[in-house]
T-cell receptor
């Protein structure tokens, strides 16, 4: 497809399990972002990649959260030892250029994580 | 802390009416103010955006009004249609990072 693709769309994990969420950005898009959207709230910034370089990870809530984009395209957000407060929709977004250059941000449909 | 404050949390409008959503910010480094529309189960989609050197921008039935001195901006949806029923988020960008408001759920009654 032409849009940002995320998988799985839904994930139920038991507390303490590790999860991995995948993002396929639009082909050729340089910038990639992960946002966390809690129920009834706006998205909150987690991390930013430009190509394979992770330029900002200041929004990651704890050291249990880890993101990578090894070849500058597909990205994976990994959450270790999941906790109930990790339950949220995780949104991936990509942009053709650096967003400061007026590149539009395109969001995927998100991965909804529920931690029991 | 939330850098962009959005109100109201929800609103109901009759078909053909006007929906108005307000946002306020403090960070003067913000240089780009987009509005996103989100339907249930979908990701946010860019609706309209404005830069702080412009006081108003209109695209079809959607208008952004921007007051730089008051650090406030608003979205007006004219002639609201049932298909406009969605959650709307204002946002503000500092370099590459977007800060979102908490969202407004708009319901348009036929």
């Amino acid at each position: 497809g032409a849009g940002v693709s995320q998988s799985p769309r839904y994930k139920v994990a038991k507390r303490g399990q590790d999860v991995a969420l995948r993002c396929d950005p639009i082909s050729g898009h340089v910038s990639l972002f992960w946002y966390q959207q809690a129920l009834g709230q706006g998205p909150e910034f987690l991390t930013y990649f430009q190509n394979e370089a992770q330029l900002d990870k200041s929004g990651l809530p704890s050291d249990r959260f880890f993101a990578e984009r090894p070849e500058g395209s597909v990205s994976t957000l990994k959450i270790q030892r999941t906790q109930q407060e990790d339950s949220a929709v995780y949104l991936c977004a990509s942009s053709l250029v650096h967003p400061g250059q007026a590149g539009e941000l395109f969001f995927g449909e998100g991965s909804r994580l529920t931690v029991l | 802390q939330q850098q962009v404050k959005q109100s109201p949390q929800s609103l109901i409008v009759q078909k053909g009416g006007i929906s108005i959503i307000n946002c306020a910010y403090e960070n003067t480094a913000f240089d780009y103010f987009p509005w996103y529309q989100q339907f249930p189960g979908k990701g946010p989609a860019l609706l309209i955006a404005i830069r702080p050197d412009v006081s108003e921008k209109k695209e079809g039935r959607f208008t952004i009004s921007f007051n730089k001195s008051a650090k406030q901006f608003s979205l007006h949806i004219m002639d609201s249609q049932p298909g406009d029923s969605a959650t709307y988020f204002c946002a503000a960008r500092d370099d590459y990072k977007l800060s979102f408001g908490a969202g407004t759920t708009v319901t348009v009654r036929a």
